[in-house]
């Protein structure tokens, strides 16, 4: 069936250190999101990347859609980078109805 | 910048009660969403709609039903709200090829 598989499920870094995110999809994509849970609840976008590479500060994306996986980059973590990052994927067979289907998600702690 | 809101953050009712649960989006968004998610379950789609008056069954939609009258509101209602539905509440919208845009939250408990 289709599936979206995150890594790992759980990350403990020290302020400062980089990390690597990874989601793998089992079938072709529309769409690729990468969101951020922030301690009260709030799906934060962070990237929209059905294919390619994209920056937005210390965090950056790389999808390779031919090989059905997406990496999510943080450098220089904070301790508010601290949270659940979710990978969403709406495949192809939905016919553009932006339905996403979510990762377990990957719980990011970043100390002091 | 993209904006949806939901009625409330935290709500409590009792068992039986109905429920409606609102979103609001500002962006002139075709599609709406309403997802729940639940420790080990992640999230899931409960219902979603496409246009005015269209809407279809998500993964899981026992227990719930939709509105939508206006293109930007988007109500869940639970017609007899049950423990089982105690859950955080999410609302989304996109337009068309976009990202999907989400609203803060609502945290349910149902006695």
């Known amino acids: 069936g289709i599936q979206v598989e995150q890594s790992p499920p759980d990350l403990i870094l020290q302020e400062g250190a980089n990390s690597t995110l990874r989601c793998n999809f089992s079938d072709s994509v529309n769409n690729l999101q990468w969101f951020h849970q922030n301690p009260w609840g709030q799906l934060i976008n962070l990237f929209y990347i059905p294919s390619g590479t994209k920056q937005n500060g210390r965090l950056s994306a790389t999808t390779v859609a031919t090989e059905r996986y997406s990496l999510l980059y943080i450098s220089s973590s904070q301790t508010t980078d601290s949270g659940v990052y979710f990978c969403a994927v709406e495949f192809h067979g939905s016919g553009n109805t932006g339905k996403l289907i979510f990762g377990q998600g990957t719980t990011l702690q970043v100390k002091p | 910048d993209v904006k949806v809101t939901q009625s409330s953050r935290y709500l409590v009712k009792r068992t039986g009660e109905k429920v409606f649960l609102e979103c609001v989006q500002d962006m002139d968004h075709e599609n709406m969403f309403w997802y729940r998610q639940d420790p080990g379950l992640g999230l899931r789609l409960i219902y979603f709609s496409y246009d005015v008056k269209m809407k279809e069954k998500g993964d899981i939609p026992e227990g719930y039903s939709v509105s939508r009258e206006k293109k930007e509101r988007f109500s869940l209602i639970l017609e007899s709200a049950s423990t089982n539905q105690t859950s955080m509440y999410l609302c989304?919208?996109?337009?068309?090829?976009?990202?999907?845009?989400f609203g803060p939250g609502t945290r349910l408990l149902v006695l």
């Open positions: 989304a919208s996109r337009g068309l090829q976009e990202t999907q845009y």
